[in-house]
């Protein structure tokens, strides 16, 4: 029985995790059309790289990471979704279509309280270009 309740909790925290993972990003109606019709897709270029190494922070801080990234293609650039792979990382998802040649910079924040050691961390962005879903990735050293 202990057993049970042992995999049950765990369930629940995965769960948990993975809703309020989902929910960071900020659907906006209409966006998601764009992103599903290839007529409409464009290019991005990410201006520094998609991986960041952040380096070591003291636990407990909360630090920023930013990926630059620019419209090359000759549609608007509609971003419909940023999420993160876990709760202890938080995006920002940008508001506006980004025309093309235009730049912008997608900002997430992580809280390494309780993450003691090397994390790495994925950041998915969901946009009207191919493929749908891009991967930027970092990684912290939290010391104590």
């Known amino acids: 029985m202990k057993k049970i309740g042992i995999a049950f909790a765990i369930v629940a925290i995965v769960t948990a995790c993975n809703n309020s993972d989902q929910s960071a990003g900020n659907n906006v109606p209409g966006q998601n059309a764009a992103v599903k019709d290839s007529s409409n897709y464009t290019t991005v270029q990410w201006l520094d790289s998609t ?8 636990e407990g801080q909360v630090v920023e990471v930013a990926f630059r990234f ?8 509609v971003i419909s979704d940023v999420s993160a792979g876990c709760g202890c990382t938080i995006p920002e998802k940008p ?3 980004y025309t093309p040649g235009q730049e912008g910079v997608i900002r997430a924040k992580f809280n390494s309280e309780n993450r003691v050691g090397i994390n790495r961390k994925e950041i998915y962005v969901t946009a009207n270009t191919n493929p749908n879903i891009q991967t930027l990735a970092f990684r912290v050293e939290v010391t104590e």
């Open 51 to 58: 991986f960041s190494d952040l380096g070591k922070v003291k």
């Open 70 to 77: 620019k419209n090359n293609g000759n549609k608007n650039l």
């Open 95 to 97: 508001s506006a279509p």
